[in-house]
């Protein structure tokens, strides 16, 4: 077997930044300890998140020249259209400026006091979303995607033997929308299988419930059908995503991952009905119709975007870069949730640092030394996303608690990857050294982007 070279060359470049140590523990202070307060310019290697992040092509950036910025009627936005129908085969495309202005549009129909909305993992803008306008969002994934340290080839999977239950428990007038996220990201971005979708699809049908599906990173998770599904080896990329389209009855996507765009979203749907119901609500918080939030160039974009995310030697480099990784942190015991995902290797924070208990939150303690070691940026994806306050104000933790490394789509090289290695072996082999936090500010809605930490006091 010869190297999977990246399936590009590199045209445009932009520099990186070193910091000292010493720098960086003075950043980190100044950030509260919160990587998302950090300057961008003060990170070596940034792997916060593949949103938005990645590289355009040669051809995204002609698209953009030929954006076409008419308020109604662009043609970018017909070329927008047709590739996402291409793509779903949905007949109603509404653009949006990215995926949780999708998600507000559609849960402001779909949500409300009383309801509830059941997923295999619904992501943190999606969740709060759901309870902005009043629903409950509940979690079904199957039973070994809650286990970091097994490996299993479709762990995003919703628990179907569940969605039946609670749909029948909480009574399937109260369920507005049963929505799988593809590839389930805040579950260590593993994949859902077709037999999976077609088995959501047929639970909906019996009940009458909306199947959508959060189509974020639809192109990866088609590749892991590709290759872990029987039936599926000598289907294309595009077959399997318009199959996995085919059964659902909408969908929400942010074309910031799967469609190379550095904006941008889309809510696609079947229904006529509440098609226009949702065009009323985009001219009132987005914008017209033909443009939702987005300038004409940014259409062009996805619409290009979308056109190369199917292309199979690219989504070959992808996933293999990330199991790269994932090989060499095998080699050093290294714990991560396995199998590597799709757009991101996810660091085991609780296996990693078992000294420090979860209400003083691991995943935070792991993001903070991964930057003071080598200036690399992760996120906590454990007790600070996702944690609650009982009703005396016990911190209720996540079920995991992870520190992802997300990686940006066609951006980083090799060597990159190999420093970010040295890094994360360096900070296991120290790991007895690290602290915990607490938290010392924190909002009522999403608190991991603003929250502030201290190091935790010590017994
Ligand atoms: N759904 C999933 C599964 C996501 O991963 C994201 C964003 C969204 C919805 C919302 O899309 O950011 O365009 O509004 N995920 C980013 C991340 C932020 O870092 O994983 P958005």
Sequence with gaps: MRTIIEPFRIKSVEPIHSTTPEQRKELLIQAHYNPFLLKAKDVIIDLLTDSGTGAMSSEQWAGIMRGDESYAGSESFYRFESAVKNITGMPFIIPVHQGRAA???????????????????????????????????????????????????????????????????????????????VTNNSGGGQPVSMENIKMVRDICSHYEIPFFIDACRFAENAYFIKKREVGYQDKTIIDIAREMFSYADGCTMSAKKDAFANIGGFLALNDAKLAEQCRNQLVITEGFPTYGGLAGRDLEAIAIGLGEIVQEDYLHYRIRSIEYIAEKLDAENVPYLKPSGGHALYLDAKAFLPHIPVHEYPGQALAAALYLEGGIRGVEIGSVMFGKYDQQGKLVPATLELLRLAIPRRTYTQSHMDYLLEVIINVYRNRKQIKGFEITYEAEYLRHFTAHFKPAAQK
């Design 103 to 181: 998600e507000h549009i559609l849960f402001t129909f779909k949500g409300g006091e009383g309801k509830y909305i059941l997923s295999n993992t619904l992501f943190d803008t999606t969740r709060a979303n759901i309870e902005f306008s009043g629903a409950q969002g509940l979690d079904l994934l199957c039973p070994e995607g809650k286990l970091p340290a097994v490996s299993a080839p479709f762990k995003g999977n919703i628990d179907t033997q569940k969605l039946r239950q609670v749909i029948e428990e909480k009574g399937k007038e109260n369920i507005s929308v049963v929505i799988v996220t």
